[in-house]
């Protein structure tokens, strides 16, 4: 007969998970930190996997920075940076 594999199925996070995530991330004081650090500050326990595939996504969308050294948000919305980037400045 065929051996069965176990595939290991990575579970994707709920947009709830997602945000807690995030929030929590922009609360947290230091400017870089560890996951270790993040993990402590989370209001609810995450998978490990799970905030792996989270910190992937936040990365993907240039609101984190994950370094060896930690990890740091990065994201700005203030409309006076856009506006400039936006008009550009020649020097």
Known sequence: ???KTKEK??????LNT???VEQTMKSIPLSVFTVADLK???PKQ????TLKVIL?????????LFSSKGITW???NNSKL??????????
């Open 56 to 64: 992937g996504y936040l990365e993907d969308s240039n609101k984190i």
């Open 18 to 20: 997602v945000l807690m």
């Open 82 to 91: 856009e506006q400039a980037v936006s008009k550009g400045f020649e020097l």
């Open 9 to 14: 199925e990575v579970s994707s996070p709920t």
């Open 1 to 3: 007969m065929f051996a």
């Open 40 to 42: 402590r500050a989370l």
């Open 74 to 76: 990065i994201e700005n």
């Open 46 to 49: 995450v998978n490990h996997n």
